[in-house]
């Protein structure tokens, strides 16, 4: 299993311009979720998916930042425009999505490591 | 989801137990205690979980209190690998589908 796969590893980008952020989750997992980590804030949840569908985007930032998942192997986390202050590195995880009582193990990606400049 | 408290860093000879302590004194019934580190530019990775009973895998063994207000990820014999940041989490029950809240998590450094 190749795990949770993210594009790209690095990315340098100036202020203003879009970025989109991809995940690949593990297949047959259908949650998915997304981080930010930063030196001041630490890890903090963005968003998350159970089949798809958008659960919780009270982590997300400001209206500057969509996250989607058009199925279940793909989504996108995209900043526009990009500022200063969204240099971060962003994680994706995904688990399976099992019933209430159920432990589920998060399995994250390596993540995207952004710079706005 | 319960607060946690963790120590920010702590040191552990290579070869030696490493224990981390972790607080959750208002953590709830129906409340799981969760550890996952992070190793240097790597995303966070699960360790173990438990409810109150003591737990223990491959990795490592859990520790609970039996009041539950606190609990102790035990590292029965560190390696240099084991140098990372350690989250304790607590989470409902059914909260698989749920995210992770992460605090600080203790800096464990293994020295040789």
């Known amino acids: 299993d190749a795990g949770v796969i993210q594009s790209p590893r690095h990315e340098v980008t100036e202020m203003g311009q879009e970025v989109t952020l991809r995940c690949k989750p593990i297949?047959?997992?259908?949650?998915l979720f997304w981080y930010r980590q930063t030196m001041m804030r630490g890890l903090e949840l963005l968003i998350y998916?159970?089949?798809?569908?958008?659960?919780?985007d009270s982590g997300m930032p400001e209206d500057r930042f969509s996250a989607k998942m058009p199925n279940a192997s793909f989504s996108t986390l995209k900043i526009q425009p990009s500022e200063p202050r969204d240099s971060a590195v962003y994680f994706c995880?995904?688990?399976?999505?099992?019933?209430?009582?159920?432990?589920?193990?998060?399995?994250f990606g390596p993540g995207t490591r952004l710079t706005v400049l | 989801d319960a607060k946690t408290t963790q120590p920010t860093s702590m040191d552990c000879a290579e070869g030696r137990a490493a224990n981390l302590p972790c607080n959750h004194s208002?953590?709830?019934?129906?409340?799981?205690v969760y550890w996952y580190r992070q190793i240097h530019s790597q995303g966070p990775q699960y360790i173990i979980h438990?409810?109150?009973n003591n737990e223990t895998n491959e990795m490592a063994s859990l520790i609970i209190t039996e009041d539950r207000k606190s609990s102790t990820l035990i590292l029965p014999h560190a390696t240099l690998r084991d140098t990372a940041v350690y989250y304790c989490?607590?989470?409902?029950?059914?909260?698989?589908?749920?995210?992770?809240?992460f605090g600080k998590g203790t800096h464990l450094i293994i020295q040789p």
């Open positions: 995880a995904s688990s399976p999505l099992l019933g209430s009582g159920d432990h589920n193990e998060q399995f």
């Open positions: 297949s047959g997992h259908n949650s």
């Open positions: 998916f159970n089949n798809n569908v958008p659960i919780d």
């Open positions: 208002t953590i709830s019934g129906n409340e799981y």
């Open positions: 438990g409810l109150k």
């Open positions: 989490i607590v989470r409902r029950s059914g909260g698989g589908a749920d995210g992770l809240t």
